[in-house]
Nanobody, 118 residues
Framework: VQLQAFGGGLVQPGESLRLSCAASGTSIFSLYTLNWHRQAPGKQRELVATISRGGFANYTDSVKGRFTISRSNAKNTLFLQMNSLKPEDTAVYFC????????????WGQGTLVTVSS
Protein backbone atom coordinates (compact mmCIF):
# COMPACT_ATOMS: atom_id res chain seq x y z
CA VAL A 1 0.00 0.00 0.00
CA GLN A 2 1.26 3.46 -0.89
CA LEU A 3 -0.05 6.76 0.40
CA GLN A 4 0.45 10.01 -1.50
CA ALA A 5 -0.30 13.19 0.41
CA PHE A 6 -0.66 16.55 -1.31
CA GLY A 7 -2.27 19.94 -0.90
CA GLY A 8 0.18 21.66 1.41
CA GLY A 9 1.54 25.12 0.77
CA LEU A 10 2.10 28.61 2.10
CA VAL A 11 -0.94 30.50 3.33
CA GLN A 12 -1.63 33.54 5.48
CA PRO A 13 -3.23 33.32 8.92
CA GLY A 14 -6.97 32.89 8.66
CA GLU A 15 -6.86 31.21 5.27
CA SER A 16 -7.78 27.62 4.39
CA LEU A 17 -6.14 24.58 2.86
CA ARG A 18 -7.41 21.14 1.95
CA LEU A 19 -5.05 18.21 2.25
CA SER A 20 -5.65 14.96 0.40
CA CYS A 21 -4.09 11.54 0.79
CA ALA A 22 -4.63 8.98 -1.94
CA ALA A 23 -4.09 5.30 -1.21
CA SER A 24 -3.10 2.78 -3.84
CA GLY A 25 -2.47 -0.93 -3.68
CA THR A 26 -5.40 -1.85 -1.49
CA SER A 27 -8.97 -2.91 -2.14
CA ILE A 28 -9.99 -2.71 1.51
CA PHE A 29 -9.42 0.99 2.21
CA SER A 30 -12.81 1.09 3.92
CA LEU A 31 -11.54 -1.22 6.66
CA TYR A 32 -8.82 1.18 7.79
CA THR A 33 -8.93 3.80 10.48
CA LEU A 34 -7.49 6.95 8.93
CA ASN A 35 -5.36 9.56 10.67
CA TRP A 36 -3.62 12.86 10.06
CA HIS A 37 -0.55 13.62 12.13
CA ARG A 38 1.72 16.64 12.05
CA GLN A 39 5.21 17.47 13.11
CA ALA A 40 6.30 21.03 13.66
CA PRO A 41 9.99 22.01 13.60
CA GLY A 42 11.69 20.90 16.79
CA LYS A 43 8.59 19.17 18.12
CA GLN A 44 7.30 15.64 18.37
CA ARG A 45 4.81 14.29 15.89
CA GLU A 46 1.24 14.66 17.13
CA LEU A 47 -2.05 13.09 16.13
CA VAL A 48 -4.31 15.79 14.69
CA ALA A 49 -7.45 13.97 13.58
CA THR A 50 -8.85 10.48 13.24
CA ILE A 51 -11.77 9.06 11.30
CA SER A 52 -13.02 5.58 11.99
CA ARG A 53 -14.30 2.96 9.58
CA GLY A 54 -17.79 4.10 10.46
CA GLY A 55 -17.02 7.75 9.80
CA PHE A 56 -16.69 8.95 13.38
CA ALA A 57 -14.14 11.73 13.74
CA ASN A 58 -11.98 12.91 16.61
CA TYR A 59 -9.65 15.87 16.84
CA THR A 60 -6.91 17.19 19.03
CA ASP A 61 -8.18 20.15 21.05
CA SER A 62 -6.11 22.75 19.23
CA VAL A 63 -7.86 22.13 15.90
CA LYS A 64 -11.42 21.43 17.02
CA GLY A 65 -13.89 23.62 15.19
CA ARG A 66 -11.33 24.54 12.52
CA PHE A 67 -10.30 21.25 10.91
CA THR A 68 -12.52 18.57 9.39
CA ILE A 69 -11.36 15.09 8.52
CA SER A 70 -13.28 13.07 5.95
CA ARG A 71 -12.88 10.04 3.75
CA SER A 72 -14.00 8.73 0.40
CA ASN A 73 -13.84 4.97 0.37
CA ALA A 74 -14.93 4.96 -3.27
CA LYS A 75 -11.84 6.99 -4.18
CA ASN A 76 -9.48 5.53 -1.56
CA THR A 77 -8.81 9.03 -0.36
CA LEU A 78 -8.49 10.80 2.99
CA PHE A 79 -9.02 14.54 3.37
CA LEU A 80 -8.28 17.24 5.91
CA GLN A 81 -10.06 20.56 5.48
CA MET A 82 -8.19 23.19 7.47
CA ASN A 83 -9.87 26.54 8.07
CA SER A 84 -8.86 29.59 10.07
CA LEU A 85 -5.24 28.51 9.93
CA LYS A 86 -2.83 29.85 12.52
CA PRO A 87 0.95 30.14 12.50
CA GLU A 88 1.09 27.36 15.09
CA ASP A 89 -0.46 25.01 12.52
CA THR A 90 2.76 25.18 10.54
CA ALA A 91 4.09 21.63 10.25
CA VAL A 92 4.63 18.69 7.97
CA TYR A 93 1.36 16.79 7.81
CA PHE A 94 1.37 13.01 7.44
CA CYS A 95 -1.46 10.68 6.56
CA UNK A 96 -1.52 7.33 8.31
CA UNK A 97 -3.85 4.36 7.94
CA UNK A 98 -4.26 1.51 10.42
CA UNK A 99 -6.03 -1.82 10.31
CA UNK A 100 -6.18 -4.31 13.15
CA UNK A 101 -7.52 -7.72 12.24
CA UNK A 102 -5.52 -10.04 14.45
CA UNK A 103 -2.33 -8.17 13.66
CA UNK A 104 -1.78 -4.43 13.33
CA UNK A 105 -1.10 -3.20 9.81
CA UNK A 106 -0.26 0.45 9.17
CA UNK A 107 1.08 2.67 6.45
CA TRP A 108 2.39 6.24 6.38
CA GLY A 109 2.42 8.84 3.66
CA GLN A 110 5.48 10.94 2.90
CA GLY A 111 4.20 14.20 4.39
CA THR A 112 3.17 17.53 2.95
CA LEU A 113 4.37 20.87 4.33
CA VAL A 114 1.89 23.47 5.53
CA THR A 115 3.28 26.90 6.32
CA VAL A 116 1.08 29.57 7.84
CA SER A 117 2.77 32.94 7.81
CA SER A 118 2.06 36.56 7.04
Amino acid sequence: VQLQAFGGGLVQPGESLRLSCAASGTSIFSLYTLNWHRQAPGKQRELVATISRGGFANYTDSVKGRFTISRSNAKNTLFLQMNSLKPEDTAVYFCHIVRTLGTRVEYWGQGTLVTVSS
